[in-house]
């Protein structure tokens, strides 16, 4: 059902916490699912992802997302921070469960808002960032079986 890397993810989680004064935090939940995706980033002066923590309430597959996207995203640009998908996250987990894509669409949304957030704080535009949904459940495309 899950692959090891899921599993890996779920049982040693990465980069779990919080930072203090970060560059920008992001939440975002489903409310169908119940799961809550909090994602803390540490953006340097040059743009760069320094660091990134994240929250999570939700089942294994939410906590092995959020702990991929967070590896995925560390040590990058803010640009290539915006090319992480869900499809990349999946991708870099060997694959999830149909039922379980919505997991790999918070993580992104999560990533999103927390940029979303810095920029806020920055007063810049991140060019192709739009909006963050809080609730990924309104927007969800049906997962195609």
């Given at each position: 059902m899950y692959s090891e890397k899921v599993m890996d993810h779920f049982q040693n989680p990465r980069n779990v916490g919080e930072i203090e004064d970060a560059s920008g935090v992001g939440t975002v939940g489903n409310a169908k699912c119940g799961d809550i995706m909090r994602i803390f980033l540490d953006i340097d002066e040059e743009g760069i992802i320094r660091d990134v923590k994240f929250k999570t309430f939700g089942c294994g597959a939410a906590v092995a997302t959020s702990s991929m996207a967070t590896e995925l995203v560390k040590g990058k640009t803010i640009q290539?921070?915006?090319?992480?998908?869900?499809?990349?996250?999946?991708?870099?987990?060997?694959?999830?469960?149909?039922?379980?894509?919505?997991?790999s669409l918070l993580a992104e949304e999560a990533i999103h808002a927390a940029l979303w957030d810095y920029a806020e704080k920055n007063g810049i535009t991140i060019e192709g960032l739009e909006r963050p949904k809080s609730d990924i459940g309104e927007h969800e495309e049906e997962p195609e079986y």
């Amino acid at each position: 059902m899950y692959s090891e890397k899921v599993m890996d993810h779920f049982q040693n989680p990465r980069n779990v916490g919080e930072i203090e004064d970060a560059s920008g935090v992001g939440t975002v939940g489903n409310a169908k699912c119940g799961d809550i995706m909090r994602i803390f980033l540490d953006i340097d002066e040059e743009g760069i992802i320094r660091d990134v923590k994240f929250k999570t309430f939700g089942c294994g597959a939410a906590v092995a997302t959020s702990s991929m996207a967070t590896e995925l995203v560390k040590g990058k640009t803010i640009q290539e921070a915006m090319q992480v998908t869900n499809k990349a996250v999946m991708e870099a987990l060997d694959g999830l469960p149909p039922v379980k894509v919505h997991c790999s669409l918070l993580a992104e949304e999560a990533i999103h808002a927390a940029l979303w957030d810095y920029a806020e704080k920055n007063g810049i535009t991140i060019e192709g960032l739009e909006r963050p949904k809080s609730d990924i459940g309104e927007h969800e495309e049906e997962p195609e079986y």
